[in-house]
């Protein structure tokens, strides 16, 4: 393709850092780059603790252990998300309660969450789509309501905010990704943050495979052992010295992804002021992090038939989550509720290129070719 759908971005500094680390003798985890990006989110972003991990996969996974997710747990998520979601809690034997997407936007819609709240219920988990923010004061409420913990999906959702607070800031714990998707990479990473003090010792525990490592080498204890569950769930020196370059050029990626975000707008929105399709709806309590690019066809033929026009013109695009509720595992666990809006999604969300590199002369050429198929 001439055009590919996703290209990761180097700042540049990703080869000195790392030659710092490989100068150190030091390469496994928890060394003097993790403690930089530890840094960067507790103190700059104001998050109360975070972990490193290697991937947002492992982070939830980690969330699901915290809470003490058991087998008759019930945990509320979307079905129009990436399996990681649910997949976390599932490992731990929860039943997944999937709740349908906005008419709005692909987030969790609030209006129904009530009705899907049990005596089992334990946990929900919103999903920030496209870093956009979920109605969080509903959602909030609720688990103030019925006792309930939240965990935040925020793999997409870096530098994004709900009214002035940050995303990955409000639940009990969150969730980010870095894989090479995302706006900040580290080819693959995550990170846990946890904003409820109760969780933050027995954190460090079940990231170091259950043992009390990361106390003892801060002269805590005179050894370690083992303490509880967990898993290795701590990335390299290697990963986090990726990862701080990254965090060191996040004001000017942002800026550029932004300038591409609103350039993909204002190409397209006479196409939606016509009726041909839908784009992206940021609601006013939500920021935009340009995460993703998206619009709404009006059908899956529509929008498959879209995406080959856009392959034949060198353009790569790509649709994105199927439902959950519908998946070969989770069909006959799911009880047969339509969730219509979630299947909407699946079928008619079509996602265009949007990386560092894209230049406005090749978002120029996307929006021309979208345009003249929707005039054919």
């Known amino acids: 393709m001439d055009i590919p759908f996703n290209k990761p971005f180097l700042t540049g500094k990703e080869i000195v850092y790392i030659k710092q680390v490989l100068s ?76 349908d997407s906005n008419l709005e936007n692909p987030n969790i819609d609030p209006e129904n969450l009530e009705s899907l709240i049990t005596s089992k219920t334990k946990v ?140 993909y707008m204002e190409g397209l929105e006479e196409l939606e002021a016509s009726g041909v399709v839908r784009l992206p709806v940021i609601p006013d309590y939500a920021t935009n992090n340009a995460n993703i690019f998206y619009m709404i066809c009006k059908s899956l033929q529509q929008r498959t038939d879209l995406m080959k026009v856009l392959a034949e013109n060198g353009i790569a695009s790509a649709f994105h989550y199927l439902s959950l509720h519908k998946s070969p595992y989770y069909d006959s666990k799911h009880g047969g509720r339509e969730l219509t809006m979630a299947d909407n999604y699946a079928n008619c969300l079509l996602r265009l290129p949007l990386y560092y590199e894209l230049t406005d002369i090749q978002i120029s050429r996307i929006v021309a070719v979208i345009k003249v198929f929707f005039k054919s």
């Open 24 to 99: 150190t003798g030091k390469f496994s985890g928890d060394g003097v780059y993790t403690a930089k990006c530890h840094e960067f989110f507790e103190k700059d972003y104001g998050f109360k603790k975070v972990l490193l991990t290697t991937s947002c996969t492992d982070a939830l996974e980690m969330a699901a252990i915290l809470l003490d997710i058991k087998e008759g747990d019930e945990v509320i998520a979307p079905s129009f998300t990436f399996v990681s979601t649910v997949n976390a809690f599932v490992l731990r034997g929860a039943k997944i309660v999937f709740a």
């Open 124 to 263: 929900i988990v919103p999903v920030h789509y496209a870093g956009i923010a979920c109605d969080m004061d509903r959602i909030m409420a609720l688990a103030n309501k019925y006792n309930l913990y939240v965990v935040e999906d925020a793999a997409l959702a870096i530098d994004s905010y709900y009214k002035n607070q940050r995303l990955g800031s409000i639940g009990h714990l969150a969730a980010f990704s870095f894989h090479e998707t995302k706006n900040i990479i580290s080819g693959e990473g995550g990170m846990l943050v946890i904003n409820d003090e109760r969780f933050i010792k027995r954190a460090e525990i079940i990231r170091e495979k259950g043992t009390n490592r990361s106390a003892f080498y801060r002269g805590e204890v005179n050894k370690y052992g083992w303490m509880d569950i967990g898993s290795s769930f701590l990335p390299s020196e290697i990963t986090a010295a990726f990862l701080y370059s990254q965090l060191d050029g996040l004001e000017n990626i942002q800026k550029k992804r932004k300038h591409i975000w609103r350039k």
